[in-house]
């Protein structure tokens, strides 16, 4: 059955369902209240979902706002709070708190991360709802950043084999202003806005933010123009119904950098500035992605056991990428070659998700039901162009070349893919006992995929696939402030999942990730301090590999993540506050072809850490010391190329006097010469990371 509905539809049809329920809502007889003492009731910005570094709820693992010691899955938070205080404006700047995620440069033009062995290159949502359009994400509208690990397919759908990054957004409902001015290393300018406020009577909020930065680079030839604006409204239709409204645009202009080659099995020795591209970068090799999408929520609460929320999500992504990388080396000669390239993307594309929530005792069990449904529908139109340039570079000193944008004719892809989406999913948290608990669910996906081509020679290919996706965990907490689970978990990853089918692998069922994961969660110093630690082990099989003879791929690949994760917050007495976190992945091919055979998986490092830690000195005075540890990784699968092993510090200071602010950031604080990412799949694509720098950010927030 294919799904055809509009996005506009879609909206339509669920005014229709929630008609009713609203005149029944704005219409039913009110019972007398009682008369009591009037109380005046003002937002406070502390009391957002993002503010401190030890938030105790999450509402990415469960759809609902749930204690994280009550989920049996382990689950990393990065809070608004911590991105201000790291001055984070990218989405590799916040997830660098998170154990167990590693980086791709996602080919110099999107977010591209590894979670606990796994790419997780689709694995981006937003408030719940997917969002794997190709592009870098901007901050500025983020409230906090939750990343589950494991299988999440139970609520979410296909994908998500190490885990999935959830983005809450900023909402109305709290009275805020604030005004951030930044200046930094390499020119690099950023303002800030987020204003917001609640009327009077409680019967509408609004809030805008937003944020516009002018940057070169430590990379040559490289430069950031970006702008973002987010503007959102609620309303209160009736006593127990609210209706959001959010919109968000973002405008992102960059150079497409792929970073540097290898050679003898490490990328080269080189200046981190040292690029590989056109000489006229700027013109020739510059990635602009626009990004539009509204969102419209409807939240009713029938009454203390039943509610419901329904969710429409429409949104349009443009790419234009012209990229020149490098695409073969000589070691023999330390000469090498490059290709220049075009991609074109245009896609758009609608979610509707409907969750009705159910609280109920049975036998004399609490219970917390979920029941879901979502459909929608994507179209990801794309056109790539590839050409050799003529010549051959020098390895360590190459001239470069000054390049055309490359002509949109004879492309070597140029189709147009269509994504299809109905699922059902229900779940139950259920409370035993006070020392009892558990987590159970399903969701049942039927995804189709089709791909329409429109060069000569090049069939149109399509294919549909239906999976379960199940969740269990139990939870031991023999007192209030120690929590003890077990789970499992499945997810599905289609053959084309985000991408376009090929004729390679458009007659070839899911890949199936399974998770099993035993763990405990302790709260220490009366809730001011709690700590995570996780042992599991993550199994993907039914992995395409290719066929020795031609380009055909065999679903006979199988990889695995043994590992331990810990991870901590706390907001001590004195001023203290900290995060830190700390992973150990064994993370194999334990079946494929024989060169891949036994192989760990790419930009995956055995052992990896972060500390973050601030002290508020008194006086409006503080500051902030941190660390990020990255052991050795692979660069390619055959795992020819090795990645050193590095440690960066971090450091801040800060004054602040009533509602002004003046903060100072200093990354990379021993100016340590490292490589911060990979592309994953090739040797011969890895990027430096920044040398010392340091970011000025005056505020005004109130």
Not at 173 to 200: N, P
Not at 314 to 336: C, F, G, I, K, P
Not at 444 to 452: A, I
Not at 608 to 622: A, E, Q, R
């Amino acid at each position: 059955m294919r799904i055809k509905l509009h996005p506009i539809c879609a909206a339509v049809a669920g005014s229709f369902v929630f008609q009713p329920m609203l005149v029944w809502a704005q219409s039913a007889p009110a019972p007398t209240p009682a008369q009591l003492p009037e109380v005046t009731v003002k937002a406070d910005v502390s009391r957002e979902l993002g503010a401190g570094y030890n938030p105790p709820n999450a509402v990415s693992a469960t759809k609902t706002e749930a204690p994280l010691r009550d989920v049996p899955q382990t689950v990393n938070v990065v809070t608004a709070e911590v991105m201000r205080d790291q001055h984070a404006t990218s989405m590799q700047d916040a997830l660098k708190n998170v154990p167990g995620v590693s980086f791709s440069h996602g080919d110099g033009q999107r977010d591209q991360v590894s979670i606990r062995g796994f790419t997780a290159i689709a694995d981006q949502f937003v408030d719940g709802i997917r969002d794997d359009a190709l592009y870098f994400r901007d901050m500025s509208n983020v409230d906090r950043v939750e990343v589950i690990k494991g299988p999440a397919a139970v609520l979410y759908g296909r994908g998500s084999s190490g885990g999935l990054i959830n983005r809450v957004t900023k909402k109305p409902g709290i009275d805020v202003t604030d005004f951030a001015l930044s200046y930094g290393m390499w020119a690099d300018r950023r303002a800030e806005a987020d204003v917001g406020r609640v009327f009077a009577d409680g019967a509408a909020a609004f809030r805008v933010t937003g944020a516009v930065e002018k940057a070169n680079s430590y990379r040559s030839q490289q430069f950031l123009d970006r702008a973002a604006i987010a503007p959102s409204l609620e309303l209160r239709v009736a006593p127990e119904t609210t209706v959001l409204f959010q919109a968000d645009y973002l405008e992102d202009r960059r150079v497409t950098d792929f970073g540097i080659p290898a050679y003898r099995g490490r990328p080269v020795d080189v200046p981190a500035s040292r690029y590989y591209g056109a000489a006229n970068a700027r013109d020739a090799d510059y990635s602009q992605s626009r990004v539009f999408s509204g969102t419209a929520t409807i939240n009713h609460r029938f009454n203390e056991n039943w509610s419901i929320r329904n969710a429409t999500r429409y949104y349009h992504y443009s790419l234009d990428r012209n990229n020149t990388l490098t695409a073969a080396v000589n070691e023999a000669t330390q000469r090498l070659t490059m290709n220049h390239g075009n991609v074109r993307r245009e896609e758009h594309g609608w979610f509707n998700q409907t969750d009705l929530i159910q609280k109920a005792t049975i036998f004399g069990t609490k219970h917390e039901i979920l029941y879901g449904m979502e459909i929608g529908q994507q179209n990801k139109d794309q056109i790539n162009n590839t050409k050799p340039v003529p010549g051959t570079f020098d390895l360590f000193n190459p001239v470069l070349p000054v390049l055309p944008r490359p002509a949109p004719g004879n492309p070597t892809t140029s189709n147009l893919g269509i994504f299809d989406t109905l699922a059902f999913y229900t779940q139950d948290m259920i409370t035993f006992s006070e020392q009892w608990k558990a987590l159970v669910g399903v969701r049942y996906d039927n995804f189709q995929q089709e791909t329409r081509n429109r060069i000569a020679g090049q069939r149109d290919l399509s294919r549909s696939d239906s999976a379960w996706s199940p969740r269990a965990g139990l939870v031991w907490q023999p007192s209030k402030t120690q929590s003890y689970y077990v789970s499992w978990s499945k997810s599905f990853q289609p053959s084309g999942e985000a991408f376009a089918l090929a004729a390679n692998n458009a007659d070839l069922g899911p890949e199936n990730t399974t998770n099993t994961e035993v763990g405990a969660k302790y709260d220490w110093l009366n809730g001011k301090a709690s700590t995570t630690i996780s042992l599991f082990r993550l199994e993907r099989s039914n992995i395409k590999v290719a066929n020795a003879t031609n380009t055909a791929l065999l679903p006979i690949g199988e990889q695995r993540t043994d590992g331990v994760e810990l991870s901590g917050a706390a907001e001590l007495g004195s001023g203290w506050r900290m995060l830190a976190g700390y992973a150990y992945l064994d993370a194999t091919i334990t079946k494929s072809s024989a060169a891949l055979q036994g192989k760990r998986a790419t930009i995956t490092p055995r052992h990896s850490g972060n500390l973050w830690v601030t002290k508020d000195l008194g006086h409006g005075f503080g500051v902030g010391l941190g660390a990020n540890l990255v052991g050795a990784r692979y660069a390619d699968p055959q795992n020819t190329v090795t990645l050193p092993g590095y440690v960066t510090a971090d450091a801040m200071a800060w004054y602040r006097r009533g509602a002004f602010e003046a903060q100072l950031n200093v990354y990379n604080l021993f100016d340590k010469g490292y490589i911060v990412s990979a592309h994953g799949t090739n040797a011969n694509l890895n990027m430096p990371g920044a040398p010392r720098s340091v970011m000025a950010t005056l505020r005004y927030r109130m």
